[in-house]
């Protein structure tokens, strides 16, 4: 199972507020414009997130990929696998509830 199974759920509702809100006929309701709007709005940091760590977990393995017929990539790995951890940990503290999000961010200070 995919280490971040929950954000395709996310993904997919993102992808559906992004086709809602480009409908004209949306904006006819304020109220419910402003709600997709919202929604969409609170999703985005998740979806820049995941496309992060989905990026840098690509890289990693285009990286060992490179690492085996060239040995000079070797010294790319750690980089790319700290790329990795820090966009994995972004993305876990993104997904915690909000209020969860915002203590653990206020203990770091």
Same mark, same amino acid.
């Given at each position: 199972?995919?280490?971040?199974?929950?954000?395709?759920?996310?993904? $997919? %509702?993102? %992808?559906?507020?992004?086709?809602?809100? $480009? &409908?004209?006929? +949306?904006?006819?309701? !304020?109220?419910?414009?402003?709600?997709? =709007?919202?929604?969409?709005? !609170? @999703? /985005?940091?998740? +979806?820049? /997130?995941?496309?992060?760590?989905?990026?840098?977990?690509?890289? @990693? +393995?285009? =990286?060992?990929?490179? $690492? %085996?017929?060239?040995?000079?990539?070797?010294? %790319? +790995?750690?980089?790319?696998?700290?790329?990795?951890? &820090?966009?994995?940990?972004?993305?876990?503290?993104?997904?915690?509830?909000?209020?969860?999000?915002?203590? !653990?961010?206020?203990?770091?200070?």
């Amino acid at each position: 199972m995919e280490r971040f199974a929950k954000v395709n759920e996310l993904l $997919a %509702e993102y %992808e559906s507020l992004e086709a809602q809100m $480009a &409908d004209p006929s +949306i904006h006819a309701d !304020q109220n419910k414009a402003r709600a997709l =709007g919202k929604r969409y709005a !609170q @999703l /985005g940091p998740v +979806i820049a /997130g995941y496309r992060a760590y989905k990026l840098a977990e690509e890289d @990693l +393995i285009a =990286g060992k990929e490179l $690492a %085996e017929s060239d040995p000079s990539f070797a010294s %790319e +790995i750690v980089a790319l696998e700290k790329t990795k951890d &820090d966009a994995a940990a972004l993305l876990e503290e993104l997904l915690l509830p909000r209020e969860k999000c915002t203590t !653990q961010r206020k203990k770091e200070y």
